[in-house]
Every structure is written in C-alpha cells, then in structure tokens.
C-alpha cells in the first residue's frame, strides 16, 4: 500500500515538474522537485526548515560530521536553517528523484503541537536538527491530496492551508512528533541553538564572540557549546565558516567576483586563508572549482533543496 501510495504521489510531483528543478508551487511554501541523474559532485546550499516528503530516488545529505541518507517513502524535516553538502543517490530519467518540499513556521508548528501534546510533549532522546522517519501512508496521502489541490485554483487557497496542517498534525503524532514540537518551543534549546544560527548567518562576515552568543540566548557558555554541537553537528565557528564559504561561492557564481574580492566579502582578511579553507571545503580551489562549475552548468544547482 505505501509504495502505490509513494507512485501516485510521484505522479503527480512529476506533472508540476516538468524538467529538472525545484519548481515554487500555487500555494507559498510548496514546492515540487525534481532530478534526473545522480550528483556528480556534492551540492552545497543554506536548507530552511522544511518537511520532505520523498515519492522516488534517493538522497545523502551530510551535516557536519554526520551523514543522513533518506528515500522513497520516507519523510526527512530540517528543523533550522543549516548549511548541507548533499548529493542525490538514486535517480534516472526514466525514474528521477522527486520530493514535495513544505516549509515549516515555528508558529503554525507551537498552535498544532499544542493540541497535540495539551500536557506538554516529551523531551526528544536525538536532538539533532534533521530528523528522518518512514512516511505511512496517511502522510503520503494527505501529500498526494495536496498536490492535487494544486491543479484547482479555488480549491487550493481554501483548503491547501488545512490539508498542510493535516500533514504537520500527522508529523506530531510520528516517531519524530515530540522534535518537530520542539521547533514551537520558545525556551527549547532547539529554537534558542535556532536563534543563534539565525544570528550567524545575518552577521557570517563578523567576528564570533561566543560569550555574547550565549548569552543572547540565555545559555551559559559551556551548555550553548554543548547544545550548539548536538543540534548542527557543528560548532559555532565551524557552522560560520560553512556559511561563509557558501556566501563566497555565490558572489563568485553570480557576482562574478575574484577569489580575494569575495573572500574580503565574507570577512576573511587573508587571501591565503580563504584559498586554504576554500579548498578544503569545497574540494579545489576557488578558481578551478567556479570553473568546473561554469563548464558543467551547475550554477543553478547551488541552490536550497531538498
């Protein structure tokens, strides 16, 4: 029942996708998505907090350390934005990868939960910021509704909205409820970690003073560091370096900025520096690496996906 549940939804993924691409759908928010061949090399990208509900192929996404792989009739949430190096696994013409991408507002999330959870929901045991469970098929069905929606103007703006809190409901009373909750959570450590992340990257080109951090979070020093590390599978410093990085690569793709004036951008002072970690991130130098990426078109490919 869940793999023809998991084909109707790839259907209809596929006849709002049609080419490769992440494709924005009627309702804000909803996107369609689709790849035909495996990566080549890994894609680099800022992933929101979103749900992501596979209906074909496979993808490995790498946070930090850790590697999460999830496929075909499986759900993977991001729970705050973070920088991911992922790579689709498993696709072909014939059968690409395809995935309905939601994102998620804290708010909508703390209104839902809380009539999921009315005593409060139980501390999660992994608290990791990307989470991925199977899809049963009530999950895939209401996925599956909703892209149908898409297709009926007037139907969409009504009911595309209850269909998706159907959906987040679902999620709640999942094996990962009790962690999406946590996204609703003001004094979680999962939204105050999200709070510092959320400063991280409005301010990557600045210096990190991790004491200041803390505290705008209200953590001491020593359990933001712990808290920090548990969530992103980085540290402060590591995850800043990650955005910066990222941030230059695009000035350099879309800007066409040189290596230094890009790496000034992002607030490294030595040219040197940003050359040495720039090629340890990404694999090649700043120059060889734009290049490669120029001649094989994948410029467009450095975007969020899921």
């Known amino acids: 029942m869940q793999k023809a549940d998991a084909s109707r939804l790839a259907d209809l993924i596929r006849s709002h996708a049609p080419y490769d691409g992440i494709f924005e759908l009627r309702v804000p928010g909803l996107y369609a998505i689709k790849v035909s061949r495996p990566s080549t090399t890994s894609t680099h990208s800022l992933q929101r907090p979103s749900a992501c509900i596979v209906a074909q192929g496979a993808k490995s996404v790498m946070i930090g350390d850790d590697v999460f792989e999830y496929s075909s009739g499986q759900v993977a949430v991001y729970s705050i934005d973070l920088p991911v190096a992922s790579q689709i696994t498993q696709a072909a013409p014939s059968a690409p990868y ?55 103007p007037g139907d969409a703006e009504l009911i595309a909205p209850l269909v998706i809190d159907e959906l987040i409901i679902r999620l709640l009373r999942s094996p990962m409820g009790s962690r999406i909750a946590q996204m609703g959570e003001i004094e979680s450590s999962l939204h105050r ?23 705008l979070v209200n953590m001491s020093v020593s359990t933001f560091h712990r808290q920090f590390k548990s969530v992103t599978s980085m540290s402060p410093l590591q995850l800043q370096k990650a955005l910066r990085l990222q941030e230059a690569r ?18 490294y002072i030595s040219a040197s520096q940003f050359t040495r970690e720039y090629g340890r991130f990404f694999g090649a130098s700043p120059t060889r690496d734009i290049e490669r990426l120029r001649e094989h078109g994948l410029a467009a490919a450095e975007t969020p996906a899921a």
């Open 98 to 152: 395809l995935t309905l991408k939601i994102d998620l507002d804290p708010e909508r999330i703390m209104t839902l939960a809380a009539k999921v959870f009315p005593n409060g929901a139980p501390q999660p045991k992994d608290p990791r910021a990307l989470y991925v469970t199977e899809a049963d098929a009530h999950i895939l069905d209401a996925g599956a509704r909703l892209m149908e929606l898409m297709a009926r």
């Open 250 to 267: 695009r000035l350099m793709l879309t800007s066409m900025l040189d290596a230094g004036a890009a790496g000034r951008r992002v607030g």
């Open 193 to 215: 970690v999200g709070k510092a992340v959320a400063w991280l990257r409005e301010n990557y080109d600045q210096q990190v003073d991790v004491e200041e951090l803390a505290r």
